[in-house]
T-cell receptor, first 115, second 118 residues
């Protein structure tokens, strides 16, 4: 079975704090993609990153960084020096193509960054 | 106009009404999707059209009826809905055909249509 678990339902931090959003996934496939999306109050999901299963190199994009560890089936997302504009719901997702071809989403983590 | 556009953004309807949600993408993508987002539940895939052909229907009740007249437009026709159908309905598109693991399967989402069924 394929599954994505985001154990943190809500996180609240004060501006400038660092925050890590956890994502644990389950799949039996060796080839798959992992994603993070951001959903601000306006509603649309905004793509943040895609990582394929053969690339375990961590990625940094400005204040955002991602830690992919196949050994623990985790793909965690860290925001450094958080800002109020980072307040949103963040979704981790798994995609394996094939006959399923469905993007499996976690339930999301609501991040509130207070000034 | 770019991206994925959904109309209306908000819709309130009675259980006996018939209404439609519209989605339009201007990205030249080959696949379009309807997702349902309910409170405290993961996003649920409802329908997928790949190259204008429906390829996925995750056992969605027949009171939801999709239509994809061309590669840029997707509709969700609603009739005799139930209050539990109240949710945010998100449309998305992707460059890659549904089911391909080409790496081009990033979904671009619209802002959603917030549906309330009374």
């Amino acid at each position: 079975a394929q599954k994505v678990t985001q154990a943190q339902t809500e996180i609240s931090v004060v501006e400038k704090e660092d925050v890590t959003l956890d994502c644990v996934y389950e799949t039996r496939d060796t080839t798959y993609y992992l994603f993070w999306y951001k959903q601000p109050p306006s509603g649309e999901l905004v793509f943040l990153i895609r990582r394929n299963s053969f690339d375990e190199q961590n990625e940094i994009s400005g204040r955002y960084s991602w830690n992919f560890q196949k050994s623990t089936s985790s793909f965690n997302f860290t925001i450094t020096a958080s800002q109020v504009v980072d307040s949103a719901v963040y979704f981790c997702a798994l995609y394996n193509g094939g006959s399923q071809g469905n993007l499996i989403f976690g339930k999301g983590t609501k991040l509130s960054v207070k000034p | 106009e770019t991206g994925v556009t959904q109309t209306p953004r908000h819709l309130v309807m009675g259980m006996t009404n018939k209404k439609s949600l519209k989605c339009e993408q201007h990205l030249g993508h080959n696949a379009m999707y309807w997702y349902k987002q309910s409170a405290k539940k993961p996003l649920e895939l409802m329908f997928v059209y790949s190259l204008e052909e429906r390829v996925e229907n995750n056992s969605v009740p027949s009171r939801f009826s999709p239509e994809c007249p061309n590669s840029s437009h997707l509709f969700l026709h609603l009739h005799t809905l139930q209050p539990e159908d109240s949710a945010l309905y998100l449309c998305a598109s992707s460059q890659a055909r549904f089911g391909s693991l080409s790496g081009a399967n990033v979904l671009t989402f619209g802002a959603g249509s917030r549906l309330t069924v009374l």
